[in-house]
């Protein structure tokens, strides 16, 4: 992700510097200058107090309070702490940008690099307990609403071919309009979600709200913490990505927001295994006809 001022490359992967990476570009002008120089000056962070970096940085302490919970953390002394542990880690470059003079096979190379970095990186934001509570609510879910539009579209309809597969009563829709009339009939027991990489789509996220106040679970697969989608969903799985040439970080967190469906799917089908096996065998045998 491109962030003013601050060189990101090579990209250091650990959880603290992925959260703060995947905030910035919603972050108040004050916060992304405790961001900037956290992301310029870690090794000296860890030495400073609250008061001291909020010198440093010309903000305040409440600001720098704010930031470290924005990006998950209770404050600034856990920041601390987690960013110690990742600064002894080993850490990986990745050299993804796409120069004038590549070859197909160097552009291949670094395109598979950026799409294995978003799956490491993602491993290390995405809560687990966020996704025991999604696996749960999806496994005990009258009806599941899948709701994307966009290049979001195509892994809302993914994330209702695998669930249908499952045995549940789940649909996916891309048209505003639709989600509006059809967020507004759920209720307790249901489950809306949506999928957005920068959380800021309306028509999701008010879906999303409409479901909410009626009643529904919400749940929702963003790439940024803190955007609006976050407000209104139950449950929150956060995706990292890093930007590069030619492809927006939205390409490479796509492959992350995939493996979460998967990872999903596979989570609701292991809690009745012999069932999941028994609907995935006759969706099987009911398309079988369909092929050569």
Request: hydrophobic share 40%.
């Amino acid at each position: 992700m491109a962030m003013r001022g601050v060189r990101v490359d090579p990209v250091k992967v650990p959880g603290s510097f992925v959260r703060l990476q995947g905030a910035y570009s919603g972050l108040r002008a004050a916060e992304q200058r405790v961001a900037d120089f956290i992301l310029k000056h870690p090794d000296e962070l860890i030495y400073l107090t609250v008061t001291e970096l909020a010198d440093r940085t010309n903000t305040s302490e409440s600001t720098v309070v704010r930031l470290t919970q924005k990006i998950g953390y209770k404050g600034y002394q856990e920041f601390k702490i987690v960013l110690a542990r990742d600064l002894v880690e080993p850490t990986t470059e990745i050299h993804a940008a796409i120069e004038p003079n590549d070859d197909l096979t160097t552009i291949k190379t670094k395109v598979f690099q950026a799409n294995s970095q978003a799956l490491r990186d993602t491993t290390e934001v995405l809560e687990d307990g966020e996704l025991q509570r999604a696996v749960d609510a999806l496994a005990t879910a009258s009806r599941v609403e899948f709701y994307g539009v966009g290049g979001s579209s195509p892994l809302a309809l993914d994330a209702y071919h695998k669930f249908l597969k499952l045995g549940v009563h789940a649909v996916a829709l891309s048209d505003g309009d639709l989600m509006a009339m059809s967020s507004a009939l759920l209720a307790t027991g249901d489950v809306a979600f949506g999928i957005s990489h920068t959380g800021a789509s309306r028509d999701v996220t008010d879906a999303l709200a409409r479901a909410k106040a009626n009643g529904a679970m919400t749940i929702c697969i963003t790439h940024r913490p803190s955007s609006p989608i976050t407000k209104v969903s139950d449950v929150v799985l956060v995706t990292a990505a890093q930007q590069t040439a030619f492809r927006s970080d939205a390409s490479s967190s796509r492959i992350a927001q995939l493996t979460i469906i998967d990872t999903l799917y596979v989570g609701v089908a292991h809690r009745s295994h012999a069932r999941s096996l028994r609907m995935i065998e006759r969706t099987r045998e009911a398309t079988a006809a369909k092929r050569y």
